[in-house]
T-cell receptor, first 115, second 113 residues
């Protein structure tokens, strides 16, 4: 299957700081990338959908000014958690959908802990 | 909201077949059934998907009923490494309004030695 990477795999930051998470499709071009969040013992929740070169579409209840998404190329999307607070601590997972097919492939996730 | 119903958990003996059911009684004609699994603290892994015909790949088989209202994922010879949460997801075709993977609660499959 197609490979999606995320960086960093985990991060600890202080409250009030911003954190950037990168998502890359390594062996395919992704017109669309998705960002999910997962709290302990819960399922994945879709946060936003981003298409290369255009603004992201956020799901209801997700603050676009807090979770900044940039999809500048067909292989890279970034999620920036601005002014992070302890309640933003979560497992953030990206996925990418290729030009060729309609299957989404997921990254390994980034564990964010805000102190 | 997820459009599927799955049992919360299942057990399976190592080496035996694991049969994971999924109900999707409101599925539309242009919606596919996708299966993913998530091993603890990892990102979801794609397993298989289908529209109406049964499908098989190196990981699993997908059996979809004729009326498409339910399906079963079959892992033919479960191993301890197959212990994971398995998600059955209904998704529309590319470009459609429902072309997003919305995860439900899934089934926690515990493979026992």
């Amino acid at each position: 299957g197609a490979v999606v990477s995320q960086h960093p795999s985990w991060v600890i930051c202080k409250s009030g700081t911003s954190v950037k998470i990168e998502c890359r499709s390594l062996d395919f071009q992704a017109t669309t990338m998705f960002w999910y969040r997962q709290f302990p013992k819960q399922s994945l929740m879709l946060m936003a959908t981003s298409n290369e070169g255009s603004k992201a579409t956020y799901e209801q209840g997700v603050e676009k000014d807090k979770f900044l998404i940039n999809h500048a190329s067909l292989t890279l999307s970034t999620l920036t958690v601005t002014s992070a607070h302890p309640e933003d601590s979560s497992f953030y997972i990206c996925s990418a959908r290729s030009l060729a097919g309609d299957t989404q492939y997921f990254g390994p996730g980034t564990r964010l802990t805000v102190l | 909201d997820a459009k599927t119903t799955q049992p919360t958990s299942m057990d399976c003996a190592e080496g035996r077949a694991a049969n994971l059911p999924c109900n999707h009684s409101t599925i539309s004609g242009n919606e596919y059934v996708y299966w993913y699994r998530q091993i603890h603290s990892q990102g979801p892994q794609y397993i298989i998907h289908g529209l109406k015909n049964n499908e098989t790949n190196e990981m699993a088989s997908l059996i979809i009923t004729e009326d498409r209202k339910s399906s079963t994922l079959i892992l033919p010879h479960a191993t301890l490494r197959d212990t994971a949460v398995y998600y059955c997801i209904v998704k529309g075709v590319y470009g459609g309004a429902t072309n997003k993977l919305i995860f439900g609660t899934g089934t926690l499959l515990a493979v026992q030695p």
